[in-house]
């Protein structure tokens, strides 16, 4: 039971052109969302968050946006450079004790020069 | 400022070794994570540590043991390996208060069990 999805394996974006990464949620009680990135043969490096009393949140090139009554999140990249080129996990918790993250299968950007 | 560090970087086990993985975090964090990476599957949580002396399952825990040797260090054993565990496996931790910044990652550890 997937409770974080990312229903694109892969995706293929232009330089300097809008990359979007989509993510959906089945959990009402999940509170916070956040983005990873991931290099090959490193560990995920955090991205951007988003607290669900919000529905946007930008970071330079870097923006998430959160659809709470659709449980959907996206990440639009603008304007996408090579060096983006990497896998994107969304990840979301209920912000309890613990903490823990629920992440999605991940999304490969590739962004061609 | 090395954050968390996993050793070994690579490992090849036969079939019923047993082995451990070994992470540290210099970031006085209270709560340590182990995740496990599969093509198509994502990062799943195997144990997870909230704070020194607590451990507890996370979505995928059979076949796997964990201790909190202390604040720094969460080892992940494997009693007796399968080929159903060869993954790459990541470390993480967090502080307890807050969620600006999420998981701090280790680089991995990649785990062939043949």
């Known amino acids: 039971d997937q409770q974080v999805k990312q229903n694109s394996p892969s995706l293929s974006v232009q330089e300097g052109r809008i990359s979007i990464l989509n993510c959906d949620y089945t959990?009402?009680?999940?509170?916070?969302f956040l983005w990873y990135k991931k290099y090959p043969a490193e560990g995920p490096t955090f991205l951007i968050s988003?607290?669900?009393?919000?529905d946007k949140n930008e970071d330079g090139r870097f923006t998430v946006f959160l659809n709470k009554s659709a449980k959907h999140l996206s990440l639009h990249i603008v304007p996408s450079q090579p060096g983006d080129s990497a896998v994107y996990f969304c990840a979301a918790t209920d912000g309890g004790a613990t903490n823990k993250l629920i992440f999605g299968t991940g999304t490969l950007l590739a962004v061609q020069p | 400022n090395a954050g968390v560090t996993q050793t070994p970087k690579f490992q090849v086990l036969k079939t019923g070794q047993s082995m451990t993985l070994q992470c540290a975090q210099d970031?006085?964090?209270?709560?340590m994570y182990w995740y496990r990476q599969d093509p198509g599957m994502g990062l799943r949580l195997i144990y997870y540590s909230a704070s020194e002396g607590t451990t507890d399952k996370g979505e995928v825990p059979n076949g796997y043991n964990v201790s909190r040797l202390n604040k720094r260090e969460f080892s992940l054993r494997l009693e007796s390996a399968a080929p159903s565990q060869t993954s790459v496996y990541f470390c993480?931790?967090?502080?307890?208060?807050?969620f600006g910044y999420g998981y701090t990652f280790g680089s991995g550890t990649r785990l062939t069990v043949v």
């Open positions: 959990n009402s009680m999940f509170d916070y």
């Open positions: 988003i607290s669900s009393i919000k």
């Open positions: 993480a931790s967090s502080a307890r208060q807050g």
């Open positions: 970031m006085n964090h209270n709560s």
